[in-house]
């Protein structure tokens, strides 16, 4: 069963004082069991902020982050059962392919023959069953991108984060791995949140959208409401809808 996470009254203000700097404004969203939320806007707007009080590298200032009902907030990133895919994918550089993949499991000591099934499996998911054997420096930009995400699935997250993680490829992958991200979190069906300032990313990889500015929510809604219903001028112009 897919989890829910709901964001709740979140703010996030860095220093102290006349200094401090509001960076995150009651950040209400909540994601249904399964469904593969966008968060999109400019860079600064405060998206990775948000991804990271999810994950527990950061606490909010206020607010709750609830994770299949439960408040997570003060809990540590371990115990939220969250897995991240960044723009930059650190592999293990001296395992191969399947032990990179198999590392979270064989922390949690699940036994050899349960591991390959489960590396296998997500192998098949990603399309990478032929590099198993491989290092991480045998493999091409998508090819290590994928093994990356095969060791974010391997141990069945309640959540999956994505921090822009397609914006160091060129242009013919990036589209190539949109299509690879969908097609993983159809097979998976992991509740997932990701994160790009990619305004056509964000149109054909979302169920739903939430585009923001400085801090704030503009609107959330399913593409064809954000394109067609934008709720003000910005998200109209930032989206590219027709005037
Ligand atoms: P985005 O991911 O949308 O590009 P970020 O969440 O990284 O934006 O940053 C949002 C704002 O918060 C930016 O103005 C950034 O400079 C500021 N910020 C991020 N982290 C810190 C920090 N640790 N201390 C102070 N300001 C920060
Ligand atoms: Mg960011």
């Known amino acids: 069963m897919a989890s829910s996470l709901e964001i709740c ?14 960076v995150l404004q009651k950040i209400d969203i909540h994601v249904e069991p399964g469904e593969f939320l966008i968060l999109v806007g400019p860079s600064g707007c405060g998206k990775s902020t948000l991804l990271g009080i999810i ?13 299949a009902g439960k408040n997570v907030v003060g809990m540590a990133p371990r115990d939220r059962d969250i897995a991240m895919v960044f723009q930059s994918y650190a592999l293990y550089p001296t395992l191969s392919v399947a032990d990179n993949i198999g590392f979270a499991l064989e922390m949690r000591k699940m036994p050899k023959a349960e591991r390959k099934k489960r590396i296998d499996e997500v192998a098949a998911m990603l399309q990478i069953g032929h590099l198993l054997d491989r290092r991480p420096s045998q493999l091409s930009g998508g090819q290590r991108q994928r093994v990356a995400m095969g060791r974010a699935l391997a ?47 964000a149109m054909t990889l979302g169920s739903r959208i939430a585009v923001m500015k400085g801090g704030v929510v503009q609107q959330l809604g399913t593409p064809d409401d954000i394109y067609n219903r934008p709720a003000n001028t910005y998200v109209a112009t930032f989206i590219g809808s027709p005037t």
């Open 155 to 201: 141990r069945q997250p309640q959540l999956f984060l994505f921090d822009e993680p397609l914006s160091n490829l060129d242009a013919k992958l990036r589209v190539e791995m949109r299509a690879e991200i969908k097609r993983l979190h159809q097979a998976s069906g992991i509740t997932s949140v990701y994160v790009t300032h990619d305004q056509v990313e």
């Open 55 to 67: 994950a527990g590298l950061a606490e909010p200032t206020e607010g709750e982050i609830r994770i």
């Open 9 to 22: 009254g979140i703010n996030k203000r860095f220093g102290k004082g006349d200094k401090s700097v509001e």
